[in-house]
């Protein structure tokens, strides 16, 4: 089992709807959580972290359900521009300190339609 | 430049060629992230340097593949003897504060 999985799509939507991705993650110790966009042939950027109090950053939503292990990310009144594809992404925490490195779910692709 | 550059953009290799990737980070991040992604995946962790210490290799697919990161800035991920299932984008990213992560554009690795 994957340690971050997410449906692939393609998610094709009209400009102006609403859509939402969802993650589950199997570490249950996984501490912090974030949303990363990647344009195609581009690099991943950070979109926005994740809080279980859910947090807002204008037209994108994310919340978190430790309970569950669930990730989710909502856009409203979508852009030709948002476009992309999207990651979510979990810590990871290893024996011995590190906590560099970040897992990637293989991403869902959306893509807006005028 | 302000952002994390990585050179060469571009790179194809004969099978069992040695490849050095390049990546010059954020001035003044003190951490620093290789990622390989293959075609239609997300990036996988590869290794972490904190300043010139590898804190973490776990990621690194065999013994054919290398970083360093000697004086804690620049770093290099060498591949020797590629393999076609070497073919990849690598990504490099670096941090100052293991939160936020700004990766670069990324080597596109061809192995033919």
């Known amino acids: 089992r994957k340690e971050v999985e997410q449906d692939p799509g393609p998610f094709n939507v009209p400009e102006g709807a609403t859509v939402a991705f969802n993650c589950t993650y199997s570490?249950?110790?996984?501490?912090?959580f974030f949303w990363y966009r990647q344009d195609c042939r581009k690099e991943p950027k950070l979109l926005m972290s994740?809080?279980?109090s859910g947090n807002e950053d204008g037209r994108f939503t994310a919340q978190l359900n430790r309970a569950s292990q669930y990730i989710s990310l909502l856009i409203r009144d979508s852009k030709l521009s948002d476009s992309a594809t999207y990651l979510c992404v979990v810590s990871a925490f290893r024996d011995g300190g590190s906590q560099g490195n970040l897992i990637f779910g293989k991403g869902t692709k959306l893509s807006v339609k005028p | 430049g302000a952002g994390v550059s990585q050179s060469p953009r571009y790179k194809v290799a004969k099978r069992g060629q040695d490849v050095a990737l390049r990546c010059d980070p954020i001035?003044?991040?003190?951490?620093l992230f290789w990622y390989q992604q293959a075609l239609g995946q997300g990036p996988e962790f590869l290794t972490y340097?904190?300043?010139?210490?590898?804190?973490?290799k776990s990621g690194l697919p065999s013994d054919r593949f290398f970083a360093e990161r000697p004086e804690g800035s620049v770093s290099t991920l060498k591949i020797q003897r590629t393999q076609q299932e070497d073919s990849a984008v690598y990504l490099c990213a670096s941090s100052s504060n293991r939160v936020a992560i700004y990766f670069g554009e990324g080597s596109w690795l061809t192995v033919v």
């Open positions: 001035s003044g991040h003190v951490s």
């Open positions: 994740v809080y279980s």
């Open positions: 570490n249950s110790a996984s501490q912090s």
């Open positions: 340097f904190q300043n010139e210490a590898q804190l973490d």
